[in-house]
Protein backbone atom coordinates (compact mmCIF):
# COMPACT_ATOMS: atom_id res chain seq x y z
CA UNK A 1 0.00 0.00 0.00
CA UNK A 2 1.40 3.05 -0.83
CA UNK A 3 1.91 5.92 1.76
CA UNK A 4 1.59 9.41 1.12
CA UNK A 5 4.35 11.56 2.85
CA UNK A 6 3.94 15.26 2.92
CA UNK A 7 6.49 17.53 4.80
CA UNK A 8 4.76 20.50 5.87
CA UNK A 9 6.96 22.46 7.71
CA UNK A 10 10.94 21.93 8.13
CA UNK A 11 12.14 24.23 11.00
CA UNK A 12 15.67 24.59 11.38
CA UNK A 13 18.34 26.55 13.10
CA UNK A 14 21.26 25.98 11.28
CA UNK A 15 25.09 26.84 11.66
CA UNK A 16 26.78 27.20 8.16
CA UNK A 17 30.11 28.16 7.75
CA UNK A 18 30.95 29.58 4.63
CA UNK A 19 33.96 27.70 2.47
CA UNK A 20 34.66 31.20 0.82
CA UNK A 21 34.43 34.46 1.97
CA UNK A 22 31.17 36.44 2.13
CA UNK A 23 28.30 36.07 -0.79
CA UNK A 24 29.91 36.89 -3.78
CA UNK A 25 30.25 35.43 -7.10
CA UNK A 26 31.98 32.31 -7.84
CA UNK A 27 32.05 31.32 -3.54
CA UNK A 28 30.37 29.10 -1.86
CA UNK A 29 29.17 27.89 1.33
CA UNK A 30 28.86 24.52 3.42
CA UNK A 31 26.66 23.81 6.39
CA UNK A 32 25.05 21.70 8.90
CA UNK A 33 21.84 22.31 10.40
CA UNK A 34 19.81 21.12 13.79
CA UNK A 35 16.05 21.90 13.93
CA UNK A 36 12.53 20.06 13.96
CA UNK A 37 10.25 18.74 11.32
CA UNK A 38 6.61 19.11 11.59
CA UNK A 39 4.87 16.02 9.50
CA UNK A 40 1.94 15.66 8.04
CA UNK A 41 -1.23 14.27 10.54
CA UNK A 42 -1.64 11.65 8.58
CA UNK A 43 1.71 9.72 9.16
CA UNK A 44 0.86 8.98 12.81
CA UNK A 45 4.30 11.52 13.66
CA UNK A 46 4.00 14.54 14.89
CA UNK A 47 7.42 15.83 14.55
CA UNK A 48 10.84 14.62 14.66
CA UNK A 49 14.24 16.18 15.13
CA UNK A 50 16.21 17.12 12.23
CA UNK A 51 20.16 17.30 10.95
CA UNK A 52 20.69 18.34 7.64
CA UNK A 53 23.94 19.14 5.36
CA UNK A 54 24.11 21.57 2.75
CA UNK A 55 26.37 22.77 0.40
CA UNK A 56 25.84 25.86 -1.97
CA UNK A 57 27.33 27.62 -5.16
CA UNK A 58 26.80 31.54 -5.66
CA UNK A 59 26.40 32.96 -8.68
CA UNK A 60 26.47 36.42 -7.78
CA UNK A 61 26.17 38.28 -4.33
CA UNK A 62 22.30 37.65 -4.75
CA UNK A 63 21.40 34.49 -6.68
CA UNK A 64 22.88 30.88 -5.39
CA UNK A 65 22.08 27.18 -5.98
CA UNK A 66 22.53 24.85 -3.28
CA UNK A 67 21.78 21.26 -2.75
CA UNK A 68 20.52 20.12 0.92
CA UNK A 69 20.28 16.50 2.33
CA UNK A 70 17.86 16.34 5.42
CA UNK A 71 17.20 13.23 8.07
CA UNK A 72 14.77 13.40 11.00
CA UNK A 73 13.60 10.28 12.83
CA UNK A 74 11.55 9.78 15.64
CA UNK A 75 9.84 6.87 17.06
CA UNK A 76 6.19 6.47 18.29
CA UNK A 77 3.64 4.27 19.99
CA UNK A 78 0.34 3.46 17.82
CA UNK A 79 -2.29 1.22 18.97
CA UNK A 80 0.11 -0.17 21.64
CA UNK A 81 2.91 -1.45 19.26
CA UNK A 82 6.50 0.39 18.77
CA UNK A 83 6.83 1.94 15.85
CA UNK A 84 10.14 3.79 13.82
CA UNK A 85 10.16 6.70 10.96
CA UNK A 86 12.71 7.61 9.23
CA UNK A 87 12.18 10.56 6.79
CA UNK A 88 14.91 11.65 4.33
CA UNK A 89 14.43 15.28 1.62
CA UNK A 90 17.15 15.31 -1.05
CA UNK A 91 17.15 18.86 -2.41
CA UNK A 92 17.87 21.37 -4.52
CA UNK A 93 17.05 24.85 -3.50
CA UNK A 94 17.53 28.16 -5.46
CA UNK A 95 18.57 30.68 -2.54
CA UNK A 96 17.95 34.61 -3.64
CA UNK A 97 20.34 36.75 -1.27
CA UNK A 98 19.09 40.20 -0.04
CA UNK A 99 22.42 42.74 -0.61
CA UNK A 100 22.58 44.66 3.09
CA UNK A 101 26.01 46.77 3.80
CA UNK A 102 25.84 44.78 7.54
CA UNK A 103 27.22 41.56 8.67
CA UNK A 104 23.12 40.35 7.96
CA UNK A 105 22.42 38.65 5.31
CA UNK A 106 18.22 37.67 4.62
CA UNK A 107 17.46 35.16 2.25
CA UNK A 108 14.28 33.48 0.69
CA UNK A 109 14.47 30.04 -0.92
CA UNK A 110 12.48 27.95 -2.89
CA UNK A 111 13.71 24.13 -3.80
CA UNK A 112 12.72 21.11 -5.71
CA UNK A 113 13.65 17.11 -4.89
CA UNK A 114 12.79 13.88 -3.29
CA UNK A 115 11.17 12.93 0.10
CA UNK A 116 11.24 9.26 1.07
CA UNK A 117 9.91 7.65 3.90
CA UNK A 118 10.57 4.82 5.93
CA UNK A 119 8.28 3.08 8.90
CA UNK A 120 9.40 -0.19 11.01
CA UNK A 121 7.79 -1.61 13.27
CA UNK A 122 7.71 -5.39 14.59
CA UNK A 123 11.04 -6.16 12.52
CA UNK A 124 8.45 -5.26 9.28
CA UNK A 125 9.74 -2.07 7.09
CA UNK A 126 7.51 0.14 4.69
CA UNK A 127 8.78 2.71 2.53
CA UNK A 128 8.05 5.67 -0.01
CA UNK A 129 9.02 8.18 -1.60
CA UNK A 130 7.61 11.28 -3.50
CA UNK A 131 8.72 14.84 -4.81
CA UNK A 132 9.35 17.41 -2.23
CA UNK A 133 9.06 21.09 -2.11
CA UNK A 134 9.85 24.12 0.15
CA UNK A 135 9.87 27.43 0.24
CA UNK A 136 11.48 29.36 3.14
CA UNK A 137 13.80 32.03 4.81
CA UNK A 138 15.94 33.44 6.79
CA UNK A 139 18.84 35.22 7.67
CA UNK A 140 22.69 34.59 7.98
CA UNK A 141 24.82 36.51 10.56
CA UNK A 142 28.18 36.82 9.85
CA UNK A 143 30.74 37.13 12.78
CA UNK A 144 34.90 36.67 13.18
CA UNK A 145 37.00 38.87 11.88
CA UNK A 146 36.99 38.04 8.16
CA UNK A 147 33.61 37.85 8.50
CA UNK A 148 33.91 34.19 6.42
CA UNK A 149 31.86 32.26 8.86
CA UNK A 150 28.05 32.30 9.90
CA UNK A 151 25.08 31.21 12.00
CA UNK A 152 21.85 30.67 9.47
CA UNK A 153 18.34 30.47 10.58
CA UNK A 154 15.56 29.32 8.74
CA UNK A 155 11.98 28.51 8.71
CA UNK A 156 11.58 26.99 5.22
Request: charged letters at 20%; glycine letters at 12%; aromatic letters at 10%.
Amino acid sequence: MKRTFSCLVLMAVAFSVPALAAMDEGNGEIGVGFGNTQLDSNTGFDSATSLAVRGGYCFNKRFEIEGQLASASESTDIAGTDVDGTFRMYMVNGVYNFETPKEIVPYVLAGLGMADTQVESAGVSVSDNSTAYQVGGGSRFFFGKAKKAAFRVDLS
